[in-house]
């Protein structure tokens, strides 16, 4: 189900930016604490958004779209926007950004059925090729730096195009601006922690089989320093404290290969005591589990925290 290439890979994306360094960067506004944002923003830029039609099902059309993202390249995605029910309904929908592990892309198996099962349950669903990912992956098809992840500028473009991707949902009459959330699973969910952290429009956020502290070196003293001044470090740990009060919900599991439980342990607790913890016993793949089951699990809470709504299950 997920990316099998993660493992090796954390040392080299954390390694050469300070963990608890703070940066002088542009100061947009933030509701929750003003400190730097530690990646680009550039809200009033135009997307120059195109689209094209993918498929038609039932319950949903499925667009293949792009717009210029933070470094004015153009970023592909595949938007899925579900069919209403009455032609007189007008009211627009809830919308998720939906992140992959590394290796993936929007085309990548289980982030496209799982985008199905969000989109059957009213959302609209938006995955963007990330950086060297998908249609965005260089010509001679090498991975840039170690493992397709160099540091903390590549950690920060990640998080600059999926600001641009809120700014494409924004654009778009079907969405609701005040019910989009974000969830990603593994790497998705690395980087989407640190994103979240400073985009007060994600209501909530879903990460599934991510982690913090690679390094070992965040502790209480950092994290004081980190509350009064930012930081620029990609670790998602540096970050986290800022989503709350909004809704989080955590998913590990008790035999992840490639995340070990005290990265997970350490990201649950710098996130306070307000986020949603869930142990499954299973892998990093979900091996043995209903899949689909888990990822209605995610759903129910977004229903439930972000839409105010009890959970409806699909049939």
């Known amino acids: 189900m997920l990316s099998r290439y993660i493992a090796p890979l954390f040392v080299f994306a954390i390694l050469g930016a300070d963990p608890h360094g703070a940066v002088a960067q542009e100061k947009p506004k933030q509701a929750a604490a003003k400190v730097p944002v530690p990646y680009a923003i550039a809200r009033a830029k135009p997307l120059d958004a ?4 993918v498929a038609n099902a039932d319950d949903h059309t499925q667009y293949r779209v792009e717009f210029t993202g933070i470094k004015d390249d153009r970023v592909p995605a595949y938007l899925y926007v579900p069919k209403r029910k009455a032609a007189a ?4 929908f809830p919308a998720i950004l939906l992140q992959y592990g590394t290796g993936g892309n929007k085309k990548t198996n289980y982030i496209v059925e799982i985008g199905k099962q969000f989109v059957a349950r009213g959302y609209v669903v938006i995955t963007i090729d990330s950086p060297n990912q998908g249609e965005r992956r260089s010509k001679d098809n090498k991975a840039a730096g170690a493992f397709g992840l160099i540091g903390n500028d590549q950690i920060m473009h990640y998080c600059g195009d999926y600001g641009r991707a809120i700014d494409f949902l924004y654009s778009r009459s079907e969405v609701d601006k005040n019910q989009i959330g974000y969830v990603g699973i593994s790497w998705g969910a690395i ?4 994103f979240c952290a400073y985009d007060e429009r994600i209501k909530a956020v879903g990460s599934m089989v991510g982690g913090g502290n690679f390094l070992g070196l965040y502790n209480a ?5 980190i509350a009064k001044e930012g930081s620029s470090s990609g670790d998602p740990v540096c970050h986290v404290a800022r989503i709350a009060p ?5 998913i590990n599991v008790t035999k992840d290969q490639l995340i070990m439980k005290p ?5 649950h607790k710098a996130a306070g005591p307000g986020a ?3 142990w499954l016993e299973t892998d990093h793949y979900f091996n043995g589990l209903d899949r689909k089951k ?3 699990s995610v759903i129910d809470f977004m229903d439930e925290k972000m839409l105010g709504r009890p959970a409806v299950k699909a049939k």
């Open 191 to 194: 980087t989407g922690i640190t």
């Open 89 to 92: 309904d007008k009211k627009p």
């Open 246 to 250: 909004r809704p989080l919900m955590f």
């Open 276 to 278: 949603k913890i869930v």
């Open 294 to 296: 888990v990822c209605e």
């Open 50 to 53: 195109k689209e094209e039609v």
């Open 221 to 225: 003293k950092i994290a004081e320093k």
């Open 263 to 267: 990265w997970a342990e350490s990201l």
